[in-house]
């Protein structure tokens, strides 16, 4: 999340794609943009890595069937066994069912809490919202945000090149520096 | 050259104004539905109160016909829910861009159907207050629930696909919620939906962990169109009744369910385009695909039968072959077979014509049959199964309360409640998704 920094914001997807190009050109590293959907190609341009939450929903399904076989298997086989038809009491096919319904249901919950938590949300209040005419970031502006962190980062110099780039618009984020 | 998904090229700017600004304070007749919906509302937590207060002997389940409405009714409903997962899931997986404009309502339409379905085995429980022993937990009483009985599997089955389709469709709802929360004016309503909101801003850091979160529940939910609705079918087909004892229930069952689904699409999506003037979004494109699903599912059910007759006559067995070819089309509530053939199978037919497909109207009546017919057929299969089982001495009359249709009514009334209340408070067109569609038929365009 960007607490400082400068944003801009550009009228089309492809101002945006142009100018995050550009700043990776000049070797700018901490780039987020703002759109008001995904747009196609943005994140190899802002050299994004891949989310790894697959890595994490798949073992937690795995587990969630585990869990849901192992209690089936323990109620009904081991500590109660159960004769339905004559059948024995560890018959697997009829635990089948439920060991599928609580994969999906562990695995469906956790891709959900997991987006949350690498999104770092629910966040109410950021700086960024207190920018006005920020909430055309989910209209029709596309932003691009220059972390404060950057190195390349430049209070003065950033914002002017920002708006060479065609921003329609260049806003600091955060409190303002003291000059020297 | 086929129509067009999207009637010109709108602007982000004019999809924003017209997607969020349909969300608007009703005139008087939309204020008069949501008032009449209010008062079947009403009406049902009357009766359901009174059924919990006295118990189901004031339904008019009796022995041997134990099951009939509360089951037809939740078979009925939760198989409605399916065409929303399949609409929202499987297409999505199978990058079927018509799915766009209207995911969003039909999975409202899915969540809804199902809180009704649920209502009905609750209260069939007679006791609904101990439903919590359908869990393992280590009870003083010593014993456990029966795993090995599809009644426990339904329970996991539908509240899985509950949360799963709770979950989907929060997660799809939140950029939306994100611009009502930027555009809306006033004090307090762009705080709730800034609440409701958690904080969304459409950054790129988000949208990757997002495509993936959605496209895992996507491919999670996917499975379960198929698996629910098997696992019900599962509490007919492993029971001996004539009727019942059939291995193509599961295939069948879940035909018929995205079958009745879709007719409900239909029967919301024709006048919600109406209503809200949608003409642009959801085009006669829209309409023509969801009555060929209507044709292609419509034609597995009816293959089914005649499964379902043919393994009657096969089996050799003189109750099963009593039961398909002289009880259902000639006995008692005969008349609700033949209902059944003639909206499922016969009213069918006219989806052949180009032009019935692409009528509103058309649409709307023919599906409306649809879902008649997949209720009688739901009736079929429940109640007169059970009123002509084995032995004659045995066989039952049945015939359904006041309460049992003021049930079947109230369900109606909630489900359109909720869904006019979805209506008026929320974003109910995903309109990140439509303006990504246009930026890529845009690009399309641009390379053609």
Request: hydrophobic content about 50%; aromatic content about 16%.
């Amino acid at each position: 999340m960007m607490r400082t920094g400068c944003v801009a914001e550009f009228a089309s997807e492809e101002a945006l794609l142009e100018a995050a190009r550009a700043m990776r050109a000049r070797d700018y590293t901490r780039l987020e943009a703002y759109t008001p959907y995904p747009v196609e190609g943005l994140e190899q341009v802002l050299a994004l890595k891949r989310s790894w939450l697959n890595w994490l929903v798949f073992p937690v399904a795995m587990s969630g069937a585990g869990l849901g076989y192992l209690i089936q298997c323990y109620v009904n086989a081991i500590n109660y066994p159960l004769n339905v038809g004559g059948r024995p009491p560890h018959s697997w096919p009829a635990f089948i069912p439920i060991t599928f319904e609580t994969s999906v249901l562990l695995g469906g919950v956790s891709a959900f809490v997991l987006f949350f938590l690498l999104a770092r949300l629910p966040r109410l209040w950021q700086p960024i919202f207190d920018l006005p005419g920020f909430s055309s970031a989910s209209d029709n502006g596309f932003w691009l945000g220059i972390d404060g962190r950057d190195p390349r980062f430049h209070p003065e110099r950033t914002p002017i090149l920002l708006a060479n780039l065609g921003a329609a618009r260049v806003d600091r984020i955060g409190p303002r520096e003291e000059s020297p | 050259m086929p129509d067009p998904l999207i009637v010109g090229r709108p602007s982000n700017r004019e999809l924003t104004e017209q997607l969020l600004g349909i969300v608007r304070p009703w005139g008087a007749s939309g204020k008069a539905a949501l008032a009449a919906c209010a008062l079947g509302t009403l009406w049902l937590g009357f009766a359901v109160t009174l059924t919990v207060a006295t118990g189901i002997g004031l339904w008019g389940n009796n022995i041997p016909a134990a099951w009939a409405f509360a089951i037809i009714n939740f078979v009925w409903w939760i198989g409605i829910g399916h065409a929303g997962t399949f609409i929202s899931a499987i297409l999505l997986l199978l990058e079927q861009s018509w799915r766009t404009s209207i995911n969003r309502i039909v999975e409202a339409m899915t969540l809804f159907a199902v809180m009704q379905a649920a209502l009905f085995p609750l209260l069939h429980l007679g006791r609904p207050w101990f439903f919590y022993w359908l869990i393992p937990y280590p009870a003083t009483m010593g014993v456990w629930p029966n795993f090995k009985s599809a009644l426990p599997w339904d329970a996991a089955a539908v509240f899985t696909y509950f949360t799963i389709s709770l979950l989907f469709w929060y997660l799809g709802l939140l950029p939306e919620l994100a611009a009502m929360r930027d555009y809306v004016g006033g004090r307090w309503r762009p705080r709730i939906y800034g609440v409701l909101a958690l904080g969304w801003r459409g950054s790129a850091h988000d949208h990757r962990h997002y495509r993936l979160a959605y496209g895992l529940l996507a491919g999670l939910a996917t499975p379960l169109v198929v698996s629910v609705h098997s696992v019900v079918s599962s509490d007919f087909a492993i029971g001996i009744v004539p009727g019942w004892h059939a291995t193509i229930f599961p295939p069948y069952f879940v035909a018929g369910a995205i079958y009745s689904g879709f007719a409900m699409v239909a029967n919301l999506l024709v006048p919600i385009r109406r209503v809200f003037g949608l003409h642009n979004v959801i085009t006669p494109r829209h309409f023509d695909l969801v009555a060929k699903m209507l044709l292609v599912t419509g034609w597995i059910v009816i293959y089914s039968y005649a499964t379902e007759w043919f393994f009657a006559w096969f089996s050799g067995e003189p109750y099963e072959f009593y039961q398909s070819f002289v009880a259902r089309p000639s006995a008692t509530g005969a008349v609700v077979f033949w209902m059944s053939i003639v909206c499922n199978v016969l009213v069918l037919q006219m989806f052949w014509s180009r032009r019935a497909r692409r009528n509103p109207y058309a649409l709307w009546i023919g599906s409306f049959f649809i879902q008649i017919g997949m209720w009688s057929e739901r009736f079929v299969i429940v109640v007169q199964s059970l009123e002509r089982d084995f032995l004659p001495s045995a066989w039952r009359g049945y015939a359904p309360t006041w309460v049992d249709l003021s049930i079947l009514g109230g369900t109606v009334t909630f489900f359109l409640l909720l869904f006019l209340v979805f209506l008026r408070w929320m974003p109910f067109i995903p309109m990140s998704e439509l303006k990504e569609l246009v930026a890529k038929l845009n690009r399309a365009e641009r390379k053609a």
